[in-house]
């Protein structure tokens, strides 16, 4: 396969105008590596998709009582086909507004939606995943309070606590168990890793004494349809995992991080940030803004070193909300929580004790009256992925609308004898 | 402009039949401001907009340092594959083979190209990796017990060094250029010393030349115990060529979406990954990928790992098509070197006459040329203008250290007469810039025409907000 469209003429013709006889005299330059290239031959387009299809298939793809950052929801037809336009698919950072209006467009709507979600005043055009979008918020707290330690709350997502320590080695925060003048931010996951709905006002309250941010991390973004907003309850800066807005799982990337704030903390903000202006005619556009934060202008001063984002992925979660609307995202969250609450109810009957003392969202935390090593191979062998062995008889179960009632009977019947 | 939130409300098939949550009003949400649109007019309004953007499959992209080159379709039928979407991450490795089997794979292979020991493809796209590079760094040397506060990084960087640099409480050091468009020698040795951590280079630089002195910057910093960085965001124009470890990098990172042909969907995902020489493997993140007896596993034993990165082992449907672009080049990969720069050559001839070229060398995958002599803001005009003609404008105003800088990078998937087009086209914005100026400086003469960027960070419209009931 070769996606170069020179012919041997082309190039001499080219090489004579630059003055070379040759395309190896031209990087003579470069000095040539000092070992042998040992790869493979060229595989032809049908040759290849035959290789990789054939790797893929060594994937098992079932059903799933999974979540733990990545969850099952359905994702519509329409997003593929809109998704991949080249005009989307193939575009870049919108460095020339007047080039890029509809992906622009797309970001303005994508943190609309964020902060329709959230109950926030702003929210920038995504960040790489939550995990990152987390730490991200750490280091903005950090920056805004002049402070270095980050208290974090039970229930984080252990994954996001490991990314947040190596952030905070990294940039010299420390992770502390007291909220105090030291404090930077107080992180509270809710719905929590183990599906737990936390109420943060007292944890809120105590950070805001303290002259601490709060930032509340959020599980499934599902979620959100229904509880009331971090936004309503004073959260000052909210992040999550904006995956389970029609984002494949795909082995766990890429995802989508978002990250929203009150408006006092907008200038802060790490990423690309989108706004409306006017040309000379007053015609409105959109461009990229507030710029004077970022590395490419800032260099050692700027609020973040990030560049890319998830564009494509926040274009994704713009329409997948956009179809979906009011009532389908409600739709989506309602069954998600029904469906979560109906295996637990049938795995208590059969002596699934249930661990979360909170309501739980989508996901619930059972300790097994059996070794979960053997009820997790089981499943397998039903091609179901029942859940998260947290060790000690601990499994984590998460439901989306995709778990229909006989999953639901067939996990009961698999798990029961 | 219409918004998705304009639209009236209209009917959906996406009703909610679901009854509503039995939970405390304490928890409730009260009300979801989001409306209902049709799918048929959800379906316009996406097309419209995209319809309203410049992408590689609509327009010439040459856009310096981001390596617009064309995005072959087959990788976006490979990563959609139902045995690569639909894997749940916590998917155990037993039965996630061939997940662990791509990264394992394309790790080996950017081992190969590269020259490194070891690679970890957890970052999600360049800047991360600096960041990890700079953290391991930081790791590796408190752990020698040296204390050292500094990074040495050339002006011609990429900001994200020095931002990197910075997030990891290391003190920058900028060293300028010299004439000949490398790291200025002398000054290097001026700030080289035992308090200095890392000598940060893109190779080959920002300016599109490849770093002349690197062997004896090598040996400088060596001779100080500092380690060597390449910031291989460069690394198209030496695929199959040179291998970064042969000349001294003890760590690089690559972007995939850049090198390795994955869509930039309009600024990501993106894809990163750090290579690293084998006294530094240790510090790599966690989970590791290994492979025993035909059998692929996750290892997060490793104590001395700087940590975790990402939620959970990267972007992997960026590694998927990295990996798919990787495998139909197999060993003639050198090609897309050679042609790469031959076209920046090319169109850096075609072009050498008509504007200043600050450092007249034999470029490498890109060049960069300034419109200085056409006055102040000539640059930008000359940009949008360009947009007028059909094609998107190269990267301006980077490098800093070169004023009104046109950054182009034509990619080997363009052809000479695409190449002939945009030189075309530059001349003859240079005649309208001395026979019609007006035109240029007020071009786009589209709709938008130029937006006023100073408006739009001082009248702050990030959002849009729902009419009070």
């Known amino acids: 396969m070769n996606f170069i469209p020179h012919t041997k003429e ?277 461009v990229l803004t507030l710029q004077a934060r970022e590395q490419f202008i800032r260099r050692e001063r700027a609020t973040s070193n990030i560049t890319t984002n998830q564009t494509l992925l926040a274009l994704t979660a713009t329409i997948y909300l956009a179809l979906l609307g009011k009532s389908g995202l409600q739709n989506v969250a309602r069954a998600s929580y029904h469906r979560a609450h109906i295996l637990q109810e049938k795995l208590k009957k059969r002596g699934f004790e249930l661990i979360n003392t909170n309501p739980f969202y989508n996901e619930f935390l059972v300790k097994s009256p059996k070794s979960t090593e053997k009820i997790i191979a089981d499943l397998m062998e039903c091609n179901i992925l029942g859940g998260i062995d947290l060790g000690d008889n601990k499994l984590l179960i998460s439901c989306t609308e995709k778990n229909s009632l006989q999953d639901i009977d067939l996990y009961i019947s698999t798990v029961s004898t | 402009m219409k918004l998705i939130f304009n639209y009236n409300q209209a009917n959906t098939k996406y009703t909610s039949q679901e009854k509503d949550v039995d939970l405390p009003d304490d928890l409730k949400r009260k009300s979801l401001p989001l409306c209902n649109v049709n799918e048929v007019q959800i379906i316009r309004h996406y097309t419209e907009l995209s319809r309203k953007n410049y992408g590689i499959d609509t327009n010439f992209y040459p856009l310096g340092s981001c390596t617009m080159k064309y995005n072959p379709r087959v990788n976006e039928d490979i990563a959609k594959l139902p045995g690569f979407a639909n894997i749940h991450p916590h998917t155990p490795a037993s039965h996630a083979q061939g997940a662990l089997e791509v990264i394992w794979e394309l790790e080996e292979i950017l081992k190969e190209i590269t020259g490194m020991d070891a690679f970890s493809l957890q970052p999600a796209a360049g800047s991360q990796s600096e960041l990890l590079g700079v953290m391991i760094a930081k790791k590796y040397f408190a752990e020698k017990n040296e204390e050292r506060t500094k990074i040495i990084i050339p002006d011609s960087a990429h900001g994200t060094n020095p931002a990197t640099a910075a997030m990891c409480k290391f003190q920058t050091v900028t060293i300028p250029t010299d004439k000949r468009g490398n790291m200025d020698i002398d000054e290097f040795k001026k700030a080289i010393g035992r308090d200095v951590a890392v000598v940060m280079i893109t190779n080959p630089n920002t300016l599109g030349l490849y770093e002349e002195n690197l062997s004896e910057i090598k040996n400088i910093a060596k001779e100080n115990g500092a380690l060597m960085y390449c910031d291989g965001a460069n690394m198209n124009a030496l695929l199959g060529i040179s291998k970064p470890a042969d000349q ?167 052809s000479k007469e695409t190449l002939d087009e945009y030189a075309k086209v530059l001349k003859t914005i240079i005649k309208e810039l001395k026979e019609e100026p007006e035109l240029v400086k007020n071009a786009p003469h589209t709709t938008p025409g130029r937006l006023d960027e100073v408006k739009a960070a001082r009248q702050l419209n990030l959002r849009w907000m729902p009419k009070e009931p």
């Open chain 1, 10 to 286: 082309h190039i001499s013709k080219m090489l004579s105008v630059v003055g070379c006889s040759t395309l190896d005299e031209l990087v003579s330059e470069f000095k040539p590596r000092l070992s042998e290239l040992k790869l493979d031959e060229p595989l032809s387009e049908m040759d290849l998709v035959s290789y990789m299809t054939s790797i893929s298939e060594k994937n098992s793809s079932m059903k799933y009582f999974t979540g733990g950052g990545s969850y099952d929801h359905y994702i519509p037809s329409v997003i593929n086909h809109l998704v991949s336009r080249g005009e989307f698919l193939t575009s870049y950072t919108p460095y020339q507004p007047e080039a890029s209006q509809g992906v622009l467009q797309v970001l303005y709507e994508f943190q609309s939606f964020i902060c329709l979600l959230t109950g926030m005043d702003v929210s920038n055009a995504s960040l790489y995943d939550g995990a990152s979008a987390l730490a991200e918020a750490a280091l903005l707290s950090s920056a805004h309070t002049k402070r270095k330690g980050i208290f974090v709350d039970d229930g984080l997502n252990p994954n996001y606590l490991k990314v947040l320590q190596t952030y905070c080695d990294g940039t010299e925060l420390s992770i502390t168990n007291s909220i105090d003048e030291n404090t930077a931010c107080v992180i509270s996951q809710t719905p929590d890793f183990f599906g737990n709905i936390k109420n943060p006002q007292r944890l809120i309250e105590k950070a805001h004494k303290n002259k601490a941010l709060f930032i509340n991390c959020i599980s499934d973004a599902t979620s959100l349809a229904i509880l009331k907003t971090p936004g309503e309850f004073g959260a000052d800066i909210v992040v999550g995992e904006g995956q389970s807005f029609g984002i494949p799982k795909s082995f766990g990337g890429p995802y989508l991080g978002y990250i929203a704030v009150k408006e006092f903390l907008t200038k802060k903000l790490p990423g690309r940030i989108v706004g409306i202006t006017t040309d000379e005619k007053g015609n409105e556009g959109f």
């Open chain 2, 248 to 414: 001294g990098f003890d760590m690089i990172h690559l972007n995939l979406h850049k090198t390795f042909s994955t869509p930039h969907g309009g600024g990501g995902p993106g894809g990163g990954s750090l290579g690293v020489k084998s006294f530094l493997e240790d510090y790599l993140p966690v989970p590791r990928i290994k492979k025993e007896n035909g059998k692929f596993t996750f290892d997060s034993k490793n104590k001395k790992s700087v940590g975790k990165l990402h939620s959970f082992y990267g972007n992997f449907g960026i590694i998927v098509r990295a990996l798919t672009y990787i495998k139909s080049w197999g060993v003639d990969i050198q090609k897309i070197s050679q042609i790469a720069v031959l076209n920046a050559n090319y169109l850096f001839c075609l072009l050498k006459e008509d504007f200043d070229v600050p450092y007249d060398r034999r470029c490498a995958h890109e060049f960069v040329i300034s419109a200085k002599k056409f006055g102040e803001k000539s640059t930008i005009n000359i940009a949008k203008r360009i947009t007028d003609y059909g094609f998107h404008a190269p990267t301006i105003y980077f490098p800093l250290i070169v004023k009104e800088a046109l950054m182009i990078e034509p990619t080997e998937t363009e």
